[in-house]
């Protein structure tokens, strides 16, 4: 097996416990619901977040701290071990930005090691998936750049596909214009949101109510899996354990041989699509192509 440490921020998702058993170390992100620096003052539970949400207490989020990713780093050079760093999209955050440059001041101090930042243009589920995929490599005798380069490659077969209760959530987090969340939530628009070829959130799909939104999760997810690639299917949710549920039972109808997983929306992407979000993540075709077309009646 080659000898480098594989690593991730809190904006990848897998079921709990799997980072931790694979000794993939997470860097944290900062975050505060509320007056709540959760960064500082230590995390709530998954439930006691949403809830507090749902109570109308604002939630924010920052980019991966470049200090904290430099301690993770650091403990892996110093042990002789080279880093592979799988990083939240920079469609959506500027981390991989700032943590690119730190790895290059790292090699200039730890001359003969490596440290490669990915940008997974992947969130949740999907960032999660190519950590596993990564691991998977490394026990395979594939080398850091024989895996970066591997993972890069195949970066948009890591399909997202999600709904979110509150349009206004991503209007607050910069996503939607006050336009397209108040007429979206005027006409009962949930739309079906995907991550593009930038690792952008883009809406996909309108349709109307969350029942006709939920069967087009599972459509999408039936439409682009793939089961020579990757049978497993990871079903996300913002609290909302019955929502998801349902998800998966339409998924497990229009798929029989999918291997579902279900765990919570991280902290940093839930302070952002809120309370009751549903979403998959998997690895199959090419992500769909498709222009950002404004909210109204006429794409309902």
């Known amino acids: 097996m080659q000898n480098y440490a594989i690593t991730t921020d809190m904006a990848a998702d897998m079921p709990e416990g799997f980072f931790e058993s694979r000794g993939v170390d997470v860097v944290p992100m900062p975050f505060s619901i509320g007056s709540t620096d959760c960064y500082t003052e230590g995390i709530p539970g998954y439930k006691e977040f949403y809830e507090r949400m749902r109570d109308g207490e604002t939630a924010t989020t920052s980019q991966v701290s470049s200090y904290d990713a430099i301690k993770v780093f650091e403990s892996h050079l110093e042990k002789g071990e080279d880093v592979l760093h799988i990083s939240f999209s920079s469609g959506m955050s500027g981390g991989h930005s700032a943590l690119t440059s730190s790895a290059c001041e790292l090699e200039r101090r730890f001359p003969g ?131 998801a549920a349902t998800l998966a039972d339409k998924i497990r109808a229009l798929i029989p041989d999918a291997q579902i997983e279900t765990c919570y929306v991280n902290y940093l992407v839930g302070a952002h699509a809120g309370p009751g979000a549903l979403a998959v993540f998997f690895k199959g075709a090419e992500r769909p192509r498709f222009i950002n077309l404004p909210f109204g009646k006429e794409n309902a």
């Open 113 to 243: 090691r490596r440290v490669r930042v990915l940008d997974s243009l992947s969130g949740c589920g999907g960032q999660g998936l190519m950590v596993r995929d990564a691991l998977a490599m490394r026990d395979k005798g594939m080398s850091l750049d024989e895996t970066a380069d591997a993972l890069a490659a195949s970066a948009m077969c890591y399909n997202h596909f999600f709904i979110v209760e509150d349009l206004g959530t991503l209007y607050r987090g910069g996503r939607l214009s006050r336009l397209e969340a108040t007429v979206g939530t005027l006409l009962g628009i949930k739309p079906l949101l995907e991550l593009n070829h930038s690792g952008k959130i883009m809406p996909l799909l309108k349709v109307m109510g969350k029942k006709k939104a939920i069967a087009a999760l599972a459509e999408y997810a039936a439409k682009y899996y793939r089961p020579a690639v990757d049978k497993l299917i990871l079903v996300e949710h913002g609290d909302d354990e019955a929502g």
